[in-house]
């Protein structure tokens, strides 16, 4: 990439072409009415290029936990990127501001984000409440109008990829975990948004073909219940024929070839009791998807009985299969007791290894996919299962745990005199003044808490003690003395400041990051059940300025 | 329109174009890659072209209720109008499904859904479990491929056609809802959605820029806290001129007036002991953004204190601006106790009214915006409020109380065998056959339950008793004699049957339908806490065929 240099940065001025968002539907339109309503009146209070730095940041994590990802900022910036207004847009502003003059529509023609900065935290990093995951600055009046859809971008983004990555912690590094959610997602956007951050939170790959080609996500998929059900009988498939995996020959009978080993299975004496008669639209079903795909034949078992149709119908083609050199993936589970029955389902596999010398038999691959949850999958690993891979849809793409996170957009300074937002509800009170923040990390490599300084104050040092204060407790405080200092925010979007711009990274590399700082978190955050929550703080010259503001701002009560 | 008869059908052969879907990113790629592999299958198979009966419907009510609103009908019907794969798309799945034949891929180029034929429900009708919404039959590949889109597009329009609906029936039919949700939903199809459907299920009005603009739907919105608290002093106030309304004069200092009128208020004995001094810095942004919009002033007012300094700098600025002719519109509250806040303004307005004779100022709207949901709004009621319009986001567009509905799509019949799907759970068998659907209703003109029938037997007729029976209760049954028979099921997509085809309706006319819906439940059904469930049946001869065709396919068990 031309103009980048070695530290993945854009040079100022360099020339690095941004496409706008992934849903063409996102637009500055996207947007609520009072952004605006209050744009104009800004104008014309001869306000709308006051200097306003705004902090984007949530409250709390989700999920009942002590850790969120931060997804969405790429979006963000394809969005400035391309930021303008199109005459039709403003044909229709001006048709439900009936009331506003012809020169703030001029000003809004004109508009763009070439004097907007964006500061933010890396796309894929553990973040936490408090913190700034993006500092945007720039005239009031454009800001603001960013506010909805960069909220927009961020709360599904951080929630789905947060869910994603809490999945992947319950179910183990080993298994495989494919995202299979588009049906029941929250629309067309919810389905492709959510194949993208479940794979940067974890996921190996996805069901939905649309993502797949969009981002580059490993897709999965095999059949469905209708496709078994589809078939009546052994006589629908003309074509018997398949070739051996090498090209060296053909089985001309595929279906004999099978019902032999079907009938071999029946007699097996290790294997005798455990199946009479399968299902035949079944056994017909099976045939005709490893015809076509014998490279690749799993099935899903459970149309009519896994243990007395599913499996011994899986077996007699994965076992024909093998005579011809093509190796069967496996099997999939869709309904009943998940730990049960993959438990039974290894046992005839190593049976049939056993019996018939099939090698690596026993180790076909189990996919479980009935209504997954971090629940389910924590109580499967309490009872002991053989599954190897998940598919996960609705609880996963839905975050129906908690389907929203509460992400909002605070001024924090305008023409640089700081500002505060008050609130009886002590949580919602916001830190003022355009920050600095930083991670610090201990001696093991994790990370130990979070704090945001001022702008003009001197950074934290490997080595010495700085003190970090809760910005809300005044008992709660401590000296750090950190092994490794990383600062959080960094420039993704100069303006005309002409520094430089850090490079989006592919999504590959936000999901190596992700994946890098999940790890360097101390275990006890990470925890289902009651975590540890990771500490968040303010400088000790932050602290003070906040309550002195606070104070300063805040009406005296009167008991009447 | 052209083509269009007088029963709001699009004739036979007519041509009406249909647009794509609202988001450009719903494309025959939007889907699981399994509906590609098992087409591939069925291809080589040579069973694609089989002509499948699909029938889209969901099993359960949602957030606990017993009744659902359809929607997305519109969009699945724009899907199908423009079902097409590109050829980069066709590239794409040939390097996904490497081992399949080139003239799977000249297939693929080829299909289109002009042989795919889809019955429907009305969207915004009210819907019951088990019934289907949509009646999809095509050859059987075609039709698969579009399982993933169809639920996608249903399953969220209906849950949050359904929520708005729910929220409205808390509210009561005399208070403003607003869909306040964008910057919390789920992505922003999620946003745009949400608005659209929120306003199908009746709501009056939304944030939401872009909604607005693809949809007509009402915009509303003033301004935010930030606004609020962008403001330092009244000295930034430099152009303190306000025409007044009937343009007839000029108030040289609209400040100096406000002041004036703050005066007073502090002076009126019976507003003695409310307030003493108010926040300024708020104060003059109450008086930018009346002089900005003096036609439209809504105010937040509890940036700092809604009783000492919110409610008077308000009243001062609307008090202001009816010397000039201009009617303020009113405040929104968005944190703090909703039900004593909007009591203690009302009261606040009343005593203006009186003490300065300003006609109209008891009755100023009072808008209440702060995490509201059913719960809340049911709590506000009981608890007595003084609140007229309710701005609604999190909770509403997430769908935060069950953010999934669990729409399906299974095979009922295939070549004219019906087909069922067996499940060890009752509630998952699916009804099998090509069914037609009707909704009796009784004298009082609510509806009395819904009744599907296999195509060929002959329909309900009007004060004709008709067996209605549980699909899988077989003591459940009752006889009905409705008073009014209304098919369900209609053609919205003919193929090539040369069917006429039902006309599109606008979103007010879905709305209207929504309304009429509704209004015809039983008001049993429609509580909050243990509502009746509607009862939805077949007919007898529909009974003993499920339970004829159910025994035939699953299999005898053996105690070992």
Chains 1, 2 share one sequence.
């Not at 690095?16 to 968002?21: D, H, S, V, W």
């Not at 290894?346 to 996919?369: D, H, I, N, Q, W």
């Not at 300084?453 to 000296?479: H, M, Q, T, W």
Request: glycine share 8%; net charge negative; proline share 5%.
């Amino acid at each position: 990439m031309e103009g980048v240099d070695l530290n993945g940065k854009v040079e100022a001025g360099a020339v690095e072409e941004l496409g706008g968002p992934t849903n063409p539907m996102v637009s500055p339109l996207l947007t609520d009415l009072y952004q605006f309503t209050m744009a104009y009146a800004y104008w014309k209070a001869g306000k709308h290029l006051d200097r306003a730095v705004f902090d984007l940041f949530f409250r709390k994590n989700p999920f009942g936990g002590e850790y969120t990802v931060f997804g969405g900022l790429e979006e963000c910036i394809r969005l400035i990127a391309n930021f303008k207004l199109k005459d039709e847009e403003i044909s229709y502003l001006r048709s439900v501001m009936p009331t506003c003059e012809d020169g703030f529509f001029d000003y809004l023609r004109e508009i763009d984000c070439s004097n907007v900065e964006v500061y933010a935290i890396s796309e894929g990093s553990v973040v936490f409440p408090k913190v700034p995951l993006m500092r945007i600055e720039g005239p009031v009046a454009v800001v603001q109008l960013l506010e909805t859809p960069f909220v927009n971008l961020v709360n599904y983004a951080s929630l789905v990829t947060t869910n994603a990555a809490r999945h992947r912690f319950v179910a183990g590094k080993s298994k495989t975990l494919l995202e299979f959610g588009l049906r029941r997602a929250q629309g067309p956007d919810g389905g492709i948004s959510a194949s993208r951050y479940c794979y940067m939170g974890g996921f190996d790959a996805t069901s939905n073909v649309a993502a797949g080609k969009l981002f580059g996500i490993p897709l999965r998929g095999t059949h469905s219940h209708a496709f078994v059900s589809s078939f009546m009988g052994l006589d629908e498939i003309t074509d018997k024929a398949l070739r051996s995996q090498d090209g060296s020959r053909t089985c001309e009978d595929f279906v004999g070839l099978v019902q032999s080993w079907l009938h071999k299975l029946q007699l097996a004496d290790s294997l005798s009791g455990f199946f009479g008669e399968t299902n035949q639209s079944e056994l017909a079903a099976f045939i005709s998807y490893a015809l076509a795909l014998p490279h690749n034949f799993l099935a899903l078992v459970d149309t009519y009985d896994v243990m007395r149709s599913g499996v011994p119908n899986f077996c007699a083609v994965a076992l024909a299969l093998n005579d011809l050199g093509y190796k069967a993936s496996g099997i999939r589970l869709d309904s009943g007791d998940l730990a049960y029955l993959s438990i039974q389902a290894r046992k005839f596999f190593c049976m049939v290894e056993k019996e018939f010398g099939a090698p690596g038999f026993g180790k076909m691959l189990v996919t479980a996919s009935n209504d997954l949850n971090e629940e389910t999958i924590d109580a499967l690993n309490k009872q002991g299962h053989e599954v190897d891979a998940f598919g996960i849809g609705t609880y996963l793409v839905t975050c129906y745990a908690q389907a929203a996170l509460g992400c909002v957009f605070k001024l924090v300074e305008i023409n640089n005199q700081p500002r505060i937002k008050l609130s009886e509800d002590i949580t919602k009170v916001s830190i003022p003044r355009k920050k600095r923040c930083f991670r610090l990390y201990g001696k093991e490599g994790y990370a130990l808490v979070d704090i945001m300084i001022g702008e003009d104050e001197i950074p934290p040092k490997v080595g010495e003690r700085i003190l970090c204060r809760n910005p809300f407790n005044e008992s709660k405080r401590a000296y750090v003395a950190p092994q490794r200092v990383e600062e959080l925010l960094k420039c993704y979007w100069p303006g005309d400041s002409h520094k430089p711009r850090e490079v989006l990274p592919s999504l590959s590399e936000m999901r190596d990051l992700c994946m890098q700082h999940l790890d360097q978190m101390r275990p006890d955050h990470m925890r289902r059940l009651n975590p540890t929550p990771y500490k968040v703080s303010v400088s000790a010259k932050l602290y003070d300025f906040i309550h002195f503001l606070w104070l300063s701002e805040a009406p005296v009560g009167e008991l009447l």
